[in-house]
Structures are given as C-alpha cells and as structure tokens.
C-alpha cells in the first residue's frame, strides 16, 4: 500500500474537517492497521488515532479525544479522519500511515508504521 492523504484547508476555530486516506495503487487497507499522524511545525510527528483491521479496536491521543473519530468504508478502501471543533492547536501536517496487521506494538507510534503518505495541511485560524 502506498497512502495518499487529502481533505486538508484552511479553518476557522469551531470548524469541523474530514481528512481521508486510500492507496495509491487502488489496494485496500483490510489487512493493515491505518494510523493519523501529525506534525506540527517545530515538533515531532506525533500519533492522534489509528484503527486495526483484525478487530476494528480504534485509538486516540487524548488530546483529540471527543473531538476526532477515525472510521473506515466497508471495504477498507477509504480511511477517514473526522475533525470537529477543531482548534488552533490541531494545526499541522497530517499523515495517514500503514503496517501490516500484527507487526507492531502501538499503532499510534510513528516508529511502528512502515508505510507513509506524504501529508496534508491543516490550518486553523480566525
């Protein structure tokens, strides 16, 4: 798989966005653990939510809980990260990011991911 990110923009505080990922060669996710990340400028890449495939457990940094959900398509085409009210804080790049089922510890660490998309801004401002 090769993840490709889109639905970034420019928001205002209190704004809802919905990011989404799929593979660049049409392969789907269903035997692979997805994971959002995001790096804000001058910090490090940090994990906000992933889903596994094997039994749909899904996880959230706490800074994103209540306000971030992370779903699927049915067929593990699509990723999705849903984003409400969403602050100047939340402003980064954010990376979708894959490993295969199994083959990690925590899918919210960027040292377990294996495969990366290049990203897509998000920017949150009045």
């Known amino acids: 798989v090769q993840p490709v990110e889109s639905g970034g923009a420019l928001v205002h505080p209190g704004d809802s966005l919905k990011l989404s990922c799929v593979s660049e060669n049409g392969a789907t996710f269903d035997d692979y653990a997805i994971g959002w990340f995001r790096q804000a400028p001058g910090k490090e890449r940090e994990g906000v939510s992933c889903i596994s495939s094997s039994d749909y457990t899904k996880d959230y940094a706490d800074s994103v809980k209540g306000r971030f959900t992370i779903s699927t398509d049915n067929a593990w085409n699509t990723v999705y990260l849903q984003m409400d009210n969403l602050q100047p804080d939340d402003t980064a790049v954010y990376y979708c990011?894959?490993?295969?089922?199994?083959?990690?510890?925590?899918?919210?660490?960027?040292?377990?991911?294996?495969?990366w998309g290049k990203g897509t801004l998000v920017t949150v401002s009045s």
């Open positions: 990011a894959a490993v295969i089922e199994g083959d990690y510890n925590d899918c919210l660490h960027t040292d377990d991911m294996d495969y």
